[in-house]
């Protein structure tokens, strides 16, 4: 699993106050209250990485496949 980061470090300061849904659990939050990890995706039928942002570390590992876990 990838070490979470605040959403700071990549999302511009007047931006951290925008409102969010979590896309897993569907919980409203602002960007600055999350966190973001690397997550894996199908994009058009190809795997993907990218950063993704959910309300808490307990949601993305709900969300990210565990295929991926322990994997650099």
Same mark, same amino acid.
């Given at each position: 699993?990838?070490?979470?980061?605040?959403?700071?470090?990549?999302?511009?300061?007047?931006?951290?106050?925008?409102?969010?849904?979590?896309?897993?659990?569907?919980?409203?939050?602002?960007?600055?209250?999350?966190? %973001?990890?690397?997550? @894996?995706?199908? &994009?058009? !039928?190809?795997?993907?990485?990218?950063?993704?942002?959910?309300?808490?570390?307990?949601?993305? %590992?709900?969300?990210? @496949?565990?295929? &991926?876990? !322990?994997?650099?």
């Amino acid at each position: 699993m990838s070490t979470p980061q605040s959403p700071a470090a990549y999302i511009a300061a007047e931006k951290l106050a925008e409102s969010a849904k979590c896309p897993t659990c569907g919980a409203d939050s602002i960007l600055a209250r999350g966190v %973001l990890h690397l997550g @894996h995706f199908n &994009f058009n !039928g190809e795997p993907c990485e990218g950063l993704i942002w959910t309300c808490s570390d307990k949601c993305f %590992l709900s969300w990210e @496949h565990s295929q &991926f876990m !322990g994997h650099a």
